[in-house]
């Protein structure tokens, strides 16, 4: 399962994300963790030192390799240099799977130990000082987006994403690389208004969201989240010692989470679960492929001085094969 969470800044979507990340792997299940915010904050919030944290490789410092070990034997693409952030995968092409070992893992993911369980660490890379008139942040997510376009994951397998705040994330085809999408919202109008956003964006694409309403205080709170989401409100997190406890530095053991926050995480997990069934990989390749084409018309041929449209392979679908697994073992 692909799993993005995102929000306005502050509205604790980074704590959110951690905890959901906690909660899958203290139930023994595979987790990649991506910080993917132009504020590197996952790292701390899984328990890392603010140095440990600046240490990780940036995803971004390593997209020459990452390019050249994606693109495999695939006889669509020349070299490396000339595939960009959208270049779809094809025959030939080397696929990444969540539990293995890789050069890209190996170069790029860094393992946490948790109190209960472990993850692989991801981190686009902090946007910097020197970054400014010479980049922009959607350059720093190219990886992320190369690297979701070339993963083959299963059932119980979690890539968990923790977007950069607001809209940002539509700049570019990434938004539609999840299976699903967690917006956690403030019981406010500047909290809602980037669900609104989100959903006149994800509806032309298909992509499921859920709204997880978080700093709920009142009932009169809930009834605002209520009356401004509607069904899409999946869960409420409450007020919690817990996580006051984990922000001040603290490493409670997360059994200790309170009850009623700790089933709103198990809400999160049977959602994405059952996200898993609905899941289209044909549509997946298709909205990569568009992405793909509309980069190469707007920027991409320019740059690289070849017809990027070429690196197309029609008849390769990501995940297909996997599909069809599941439909023979519910046949059988």
């Known amino acids: 399962m692909k799993i993005a969470f995102v929000g306005k800044g502050g509205s604790g979507k980074t704590t959110l994300s951690a905890l959901f990340i906690r909660y899958l792997a203290a139930a023994g299940r595979p987790v990649i963790a991506v910080d993917a915010d132009i504020n590197q904050h996952l790292g701390t919030t899984l328990g890392l030192t603010d140095d440990q944290t600046a240490k990780l490789p940036a995803l971004g410092e390593h997209l020459p390799q990452i390019k050249e070990y994606l693109r495999g034997s695939n006889p669509l693409i020349g070299s490396a240099e000339e595939m960009i952030k959208t270049t779809p995968p094809g025959r030939g092409s080397r696929l990444l799977r969540i539990v293995e070992e890789n050069p890209v893992y190996a170069g790029c993911a860094r393992p946490i130990a948790l109190g209960e369980g472990s993850v692989r660490l991801l981190a686009t890379g902090a946007f910097a000082e020197e970054d400014l008139g010479v980049a922009c942040y959607h350059s720093k997510v190219g990886a992320v987006e190369l690297l979701l376009n070339h993963l083959v994951d299963g059932p119980d ?49 298909g992509v499921a969201l859920r709204v997880v309403g978080n700093k709920v205080q009142s009932s009169d709170d809930l009834t605002f989240l209520r009356r401004e989401v509607g069904e899409d409100l999946l869960a409420v997190f409450g007020q919690s010692a817990w996580v006051r406890r984990l922000e001040q530095g603290a490493e409670p053991e997360l059994r200790t989470l309170e009850p009623a926050n700790r089933a709103v995480l198990a809400r999160l997990k049977a959602e994405a679960d059952a996200t898993f069934g609905l899941r289209d990989p044909h549509r997946y390749t298709r909205q990569a492929v568009h992405f793909h084409l509309r980069n190469a018309e707007s920027w991409g041929n320019a740059k690289v001085g070849i017809d990027l449209a070429a690196q197309v392979d029609e008849e390769f679908v990501l995940g297909a094969e996997h599909t069809a697994d599941r439909l023979d073992t519910a046949h059988a």
Do not use: H, I
């Open 157 to 205: 397998e979690y890539v968990v994403t923790d977007m950069t705040a607001g809209s940002d994330s539509f700049a570019s085809g990434l938004f539609t690389r999840f299976d699903l999408t967690f917006l956690v919202a403030e019981p406010t109008r500047k909290g809602v208004s980037v669900y609104r956003q989100y959903k006149d964006y994800a509806r032309d694409f």
